[in-house]
């Protein structure tokens, strides 16, 4: 069956610039996650959502960052007013439950001019 | 503060030798572990995981780890390494709780190597 899927899969942006990365989980999948790779910070956990509410917005970086998910499928992660420190590898994964393995998507790879 | 460490930047294997990477944790209860593998540009790929039960954990393309408690570790194993198996892998721990919501935490990741 299909996997996570996200796009783009390359964005580059001037700084200053907002940009959305959609993510499309697993179908029937209630959890999904976002996470950043970057080479100074590893992998970061950034957001959860069970269905469409997001009970962990804990590792949100600023106040610059929102993230959506609306009918308990689709995600939107929202960075506004990027700056070149954004610039990282946006994973999405889902699982059928928290408590179950997460599937990752091939990630976004935003770089912020 | 719940954290995994792999001390190991890099391993350098010939193909056909047994390949380890390491992997130590620190997290409060049981802990839920777990390996995956990212080629080149690519996403994560779930390879194994430990929740209970057997130390001895199979997955996926002959992969194996190994829970040990008291060492607090959960090395990934290959008998026979495969030029292919040439990647980068993380490991991750999931911090038990109920409000946890199963984000995870990765190590740094290891930079496997393969040489014919």
């Known amino acids: 069956g299909a996997g996570v899927s996200q796009s783009p899969s390359n964005k580059v942006t001037e700084k200053g610039k907002d940009v959305e990365l959609r993510c499309d989980p697993i179908s029937g999948h209630t959890a999904l996650y976002w996470y950043r790779q970057s080479l100074g910070q590893g992998l970061e956990f950034l957001i959860y959502f069970q269905g469409n509410s997001a009970p962990d917005k804990s590792g949100l970086p600023s106040d610059r960052f929102s993230a959506e998910r609306t009918g308990g499928s689709v995600s939107t992660l929202t960075i506004q007013r990027t700056q070149q420190e954004d610039s990282a590898v946006y994973l999405c994964a889902s699982s059928s439950h928290t408590q179950e393995t997460q599937y990752f998507g091939p990630g976004t790879r935003l770089l912020v001019l | 503060a719940q954290s995994v460490a792999q001390p190991e930047d890099q391993v350098n294997v010939a193909e056909g030798n047994p390949l380890t990477v390491k992997c130590t944790y620190s997290v409060s209860g049981n802990p839920y572990l777990f390996w995956y593998v990212q080629y080149p540009n690519r996403g994560l790929q779930f390879l194994l995981k430990?929740?209970?039960?057997?130390?001895l954990v199979k997955g996926s393309y002959g992969f194996e780890a190994e829970f040990n408690k008291s060492q607090t570790s959960f090395h990934l194993k290959k008998p026979s390494a495969l030029v292919s198996d040439s990647a980068l892998y993380f490991c991750a721990v999931r911090p038990w709780g109920y409000n946890q919501g199963g984000k995870l935490i990765f190590g740094q990741g290891t930079e496997l190597s393969v040489k014919p």
């Open positions: 430990y929740i209970t039960g057997d130390n």
